[in-house]
Antibody, heavy 123, light 106 residues
């Protein structure tokens, strides 16, 4: 059974870069049946997709965040990452890493989620 | 951006009764619509995808329906474990969520 675990700093200063890691166990991040993604949840904005990546390297970004966000993978460590630059208080949220099925050119909604990590943006 | 609107915001239902949740899209999303259940302190859990397909192991009392812009999640006889917040999400044009419906005990 796949397990996803987020890690990273819980506190980031405004204007700095938020960096998160998702460690995957129980499946290979190169499994062509799945894609990997980040979703965040905040009281103000609710649930919001951030970005996703497929094992081939294909990435997809939320248009409203695209200029500040990068998603990447390290297949040797079976991990994927999120970097979000120039953060503000509006980026304060619980960040989840997820796995979803990919098939027939469709990115199906994620069936597996990490427990989430609270990231607070504050000086 | 496709805007997803859920109604009502809160639904008060007695155990054993039926709950009907609505989700409307600002433009057609075909049948690329999912429902999630979230309980306090937990990550959302996928329950329905492709508008009407239940995930493996989901009780048959959960039924998803609709296509285009109007969708419904029906829980036929609410059990104690069903009281939670439910979100819809479209994945036809990028991916956007509704704001959620809280199903609470009446």
């Amino acid at each position: 059974q796949v397990r996803l675990q987020e890690s990273g700093p819980g506190l980031v200063k405004p204007s700095e870069t938020l960096s998160l890691t998702c460690s995957v166990s129980g499946d290979s991040i190169t499994n062509s049946d799945f894609y990997w993604g980040w979703i965040r949840q905040s009281p103000g904005k609710g649930l919001e997709w951030i970005a996703s990546i497929y094992y081939s390297g294909t990435t997809n970004y939320n248009p409203s965040l695209k200029s500040r966000v990068t998603i990447s993978v390290d297949t040797s460590k079976n991990q994927f990452f999120l970097k979000e630059s120039s953060v503000t208080a509006a980026d304060t949220a619980i960040y989840y890493c997820t796995r979803g099925h990919y098939g027939g050119k469709t990115y199906y909604p994620p069936g597996e989620w990490g427990q989430g990590i609270l990231v607070t943006v504050s000086s | 951006e496709v805007v997803m609107t859920q109604s009502p915001a809160t639904l008060s239902v007695s155990p054993g009764e039926r709950a009907t949740l609505s989700c409307r899209a600002s433009q057609s999303v075909n049948s690329k619509l999912a429902w999630y259940q979230q309980k306090p302190g937990q990550a959302p859990r996928l329950v329905i995808y492709d508008a009407s397909t239940r995930v493996t192991g989901l009780p048959a009392r959960f039924t998803g329906s609709g296509s285009g812009t109007e969708f419904t999640l029906t829980i036929s006889s609410l059990q104690s474990e069903d009281f939670a917040v439910y979100y819809c999400q479209q994945y036809n044009d990028w991916r956007t969520f509704g704001q959620g419906t809280t199903v609470e005990i009446k």
